[in-house]
């Protein structure tokens, strides 16, 4: 019985004990790290995110009355009672229950046939660590309500619905990255995802294989995206395709570069941004090259060289990352870089297998040394997307 499958039967059985009925099921969506393609997202471009093995949990049972009841094991209170007819965004107070109350609503104003339901919530994804716990909510949601009501909807369906609970009832203006690594996500692979359109190529990430390992960093450094500093980043990235003409910063090439940076001169942090996206988009298909060519130890360059972009022209780093991402490049590792939308997190970074003790090491020392509290490192290997499990 693998963990997941352990976590479905207590997360079914903690049903039982908060509800006083069994739940029709249970469904898991994972978190996600994303390997290269930061704040791309939402500019329409490339990103290549993973699936990791932590999820979250739904267990769920439909109601006939119109009433939302749901549950979390990891959050405070008690059962948070709504009305589906009452869901209205924005939503107020920014608490867990808003992420699955979103979800809802997206469905219900999308006109699917979604009631009444409770839901019961564990999660091994950590909060705030910038490996998506919210979109493995709304996605552990949006599936369970879809197999409750026998809707079949598409997995890049769910993705759209998902992020729209997150935009316009959270009030978090991400991009469609997230929900789709939840939703579309396979095991032994990174999602290769065109988020204009959403086509995706699952290419192989079998790392072990090749003697390497990917590890997560996570600085416990809590981040908080909707407190206006990820949505000014959008609306400067908004701000430079209006300046240059084009939909969104996915339409300059990256051999224009030049030319859009001499046109946006007077606007010192637009540039940047911009520089960053387009810069950032080429590093995503760089890196996809070299995968599909066999040579994943090249990627550990285009992943520093990102961070460096995320730190010097987005400026979404924090010391924690930096400290993190300078310690293992030091200590032999091949590559590493922040990942997620920044303002803390964690830090991804490629090394050998047999350098991994080293490198996990010299983090630990240099955060000691530092004063910051330790970091919690572990291997990120790629797992399944959202999926039904048994009890």
Same mark, same amino acid.
């Given at each position: 019985m693998t963990d997941t499958e352990h976590g479905a039967a207590r997360t079914a059985a903690a049903f039982h004990q908060v509800y006083g009925a069994e739940? +029709? *099921?249970?469904?898991?969506?994972?978190?996600?790290?994303?390997?290269? *393609?930061?704040?791309?997202?939402?500019?329409?471009?490339?990103?290549?995110?993973?699936?990791?093995?932590? /999820?979250?949990?739904? +267990?769920?049972?439909?109601r006939t009355? @119109?009433?939302?009841?749901?549950h979390s094991a990891g959050a405070p209170g008690g059962i948070v009672t709504l009305r589906t007819d009452d869901l209205r965004p924005p939503a107020t107070g920014g608490d867990w229950? +808003? &992420?699955?109350?979103?979800?809802?609503?997206? %469905?219900?104003?999308? @006109?699917?046939?979604?009631?009444g339901a409770d839901l019961h919530y564990t999660s091994t994804v950590p909060l705030g660590a910038g490996l998506s716990s919210s979109a493995a909510l709304e996605v552990a949601t949006a599936l369970?309500?879809?197999?409750?009501?026998?809707? =079949?909807?598409?997995?890049?369906?769910?993705?759209?619905?998902?992020?729209?609970?997150?935009?316009? &009832?959270? @009030?978090?203006?991400?991009?469609? %990255?997230?929900? /789709?690594?939840?939703?579309?996500?396979?095991? *032994?692979?990174?999602?290769?995802?065109?988020?204009?359109?959403?086509t995706r190529r699952h290419v192989p990430f079998e790392l072990a294989a090749e003697g390497?390992?990917?590890?997560?960093?996570? /600085?416990?450094v809590r981040h908080q995206l909707g407190d206006g500093a990820y949505a000014e980043r959008r609306a400067g990235c908004e701000r430079g395709a209006r300046a240059l003409g084009v939909h969104a910063l996915r339409d300059i090439p990256y051999e224009h570069l030049p030319e859009a940076l001499d046109a946006l001169a007077d606007d010192p942090v637009v540039r940047a941004l911009v520089r960053h996206i387009v810069t950032e988009n080429h590093r995503v298909e760089q890196t996809v090259a070299h995968l599909d060519a066999g040579r994943p130890r090249a990627i550990g360059p285009l992943l520093t060289a990102g961070h460096a972009s995320l730190r010097d022209d987005f400026k979404i780093s924090c010391p924690e990352l930096d400290l993190a991402?300078?310690?293992?490049?030091?200590?032999?590792?091949? *590559? +590493?870089? %922040? /990942? @997620?939308?920044?303002?803390? =997190?964690?830090?991804?970074v490629l090394v050998e297998a047999d350098a991994a003790p080293a490198v996990t090491r010299a983090l630990h020392t240099a955060f000691a040394t530092a004063g910051h509290t330790a970091p919690r490192i572990f291997p990120a290997v790629p797992g399944p997307g959202a999926h039904r499990l048994e009890p």
């Open positions: 739940p +029709a *099921g249970t469904w898991a969506a994972p978190g996600r790290v994303n390997l290269i *393609g930061e704040h791309t997202d939402y500019n329409d471009g490339f990103v290549m995110p993973l699936a990791l093995p932590h /999820t979250t949990i739904a +267990a769920a049972a439909p009355d @119109g009433v939302l009841r749901l229950a +808003a &992420y699955p109350a979103g979800v809802v609503w997206a %469905m219900r104003e999308a @006109g699917l046939p979604i009631g369970a309500l879809d197999d409750l009501h026998g809707l =079949g909807l598409p997995r890049e369906e769910l993705a759209r619905l998902a992020q729209r609970a997150e935009n316009a &009832y959270v @009030g978090v203006p991400c991009g469609i %990255m997230d929900q /789709t690594a939840a939703a579309c996500c396979t095991a *032994g692979h990174a999602l290769f995802l065109d988020t204009r359109d959403l390497l390992h990917l590890l997560v960093v996570d /600085t416990r991402v300078d310690t293992a490049n030091a200590a032999g590792a091949l *590559g +590493a870089r %922040m /990942t @997620g939308g920044g303002f803390g =997190g964690s830090a991804l």
